[in-house]
């Protein structure tokens, strides 16, 4: 087979991966390579009429063409197997035990071809009680100590989105495909690299979990410094209802945001004495609640009081800061978070608009080398679909993890 195409610049320019389509973790993971330049090719599930919207609309699925591929038909598991010879990195999120019935599991892989790096994204793990239940990023979070964590203290847990399960999870298999990565290029062996969200969720956690061993936590919800029980570490709301937040924790800052809100000069020798927050609270609340949000923000301009404001998703998008640092970019018509992190000499970039599901699946085999008379035969037998030509359509047959 020849080398895949790529035009891409980032500092994972080279690296080629194979992405088996799944939800959340995985796809965002593929798309963070993507961003910084290596070359995925996605293996989506044969789409139908009836299946939900096209795989085109997800800003995850940017960057990288499409293959769409019934897993269970003869010859599926065949095609990939051929090409991990030309892969560095293959990731799944399937449950335990799914690929490896698919004959797409580690063994099989690791045996065609010993250098690739084999990622797995998995809520549970491979191993564990629970591994084989289904779950989302609230039921991970929710053992692992983070979830208890969050929210006032006389009302229940509030789930932080989704982002610390099942994208914090995706940024440790993206940490971990790149060492990995790293490591085979001067072993020339590859290996498994096991991400599950629970696991990446309680690392996520030493800080925390160090502070309740020294006796600096507590366990009860809304008490602590930096989980709003500090009425320095917080949300206020303005007088035209929108909200502040505030995150003077240092000594320095608190004095400043005292001297903005023109409290008592006796609350900063009284910072730390938690028998005053209530009042120092209160009287933040009342202060911060005679202003509109702009006003403050201007108010507190350049100064070191620590004071932000709570934007929208759609403000956020045009906020003059995030405009300056091109947060967000164009693609095709489309506004989005822009490539992260930056690099000074090999930049990311989006390497184009998401794909429809197969939308690729003839030009994409054919850049990875795959024979085109067995890619035709793929198309008739069902294997695989070409959602240009339309050349097949069968019902879902690809499972996804939860």
């Not at 993507?34 to 940017?62: K, N, Y």
């Not at 008379?373 to 030509?389: H, I, K, M, N």
Request: glycine share 10%.
């Amino acid at each position: 087979m020849s080398s895949p195409k790529s035009n891409a610049a980032g500092p994972l320019s080279g690296i080629r991966v194979l992405e088996i389509a799944s939800i959340g973790p995985g796809p965002y993971c593929s798309m963070l390579l993507s961003d910084l330049g290596a070359e995925v090719l996605r293996f989506d599930r044969i789409e139908t009429s009836s299946s939900p919207a096209s795989s085109r609309s997800s800003f995850m699925h940017r960057g990288r063409p499409s293959v769409a591929i019934d897993l269970k038909k003869p010859g599926a598991s065949e095609l990939i197997l051929n090409l991990t010879a030309e892969a560095d990195i293959l990731i799944e999120g399937m449950r335990p035990g799914v690929m490896e019935r698919l004959g797409l599991g580690p063994g099989d892989v690791l045996t065609k071809s010993p250098h690739i790096v084999y990622g797995r994204m998995t809520g549970w793990g491979q191993s564990g009680p629970r591994a084989t239940l289904p779950g989302h990023d609230i039921n991970y979070i929710a053992t692992t100590g983070v979830l208890a964590g969050i929210g006032q203290a006389d009302g229940p847990p509030v789930p932080p989105l989704n982002l610390v399960g099942d994208f914090g999870g995706a940024l440790f298999l993206a940490f971990g495909l790149v060492a990995a990565a790293f490591e085979a290029s001067k072993s020339g062996k590859g290996q498994i690299v096991d991400t599950a969200m629970v696991d990446a969720t309680a690392n996520m956690m030493t800080m925390i979990f160090e502070m309740l061993a020294t006796g600096q936590w507590s366990e009860e919800r809304g008490a602590n410094v930096i989980d709003g029980g500090a009425p320095f570490y917080g949300c206020y709301e303005t007088a035209d209802n929108e909200y502040v937040a505030i995150g003077a924790i240092e000594p320095k800052f608190f004095s400043e945001l005292v001297r903005l809100l023109k409290l008592p000069q006796s609350f900063i020798d009284k910072q730390n004495d938690r028998t005053k927050w209530p009042a120092i609270s209160h009287a933040i609340a009342d202060s911060i609640r005679q202003k509109t949000r702009d006003e403050w923000i201007h108010l507190a301009g350049d100064g070191e009081a620590c004071l932000a404001p709570v934007l929208s998703m759609s403000e956020a998008i045009e906020d003059t800061h995030n405009r300056a640092r091109e947060m967000f970019v164009d693609v095709c018509g489309v506004r989005q978070p822009a490539p992260a992190p930056r690099f000074s000499r090999t930049p990311g970039a989006v390497q184009g608009p998401p794909r429809e599901s197969g939308a690729d699946t003839t030009s994409a085999l054919s850049d990875w080398g795959c024979d085109s008379e067995l890619v035709r035969r793929l198309l008739d037998e069902g294997v695989l679909s070409d959602a240009l030509t339309k050349t097949n359509k069968t019902p879902k047959t690809q499972a996804a993890s939860g």
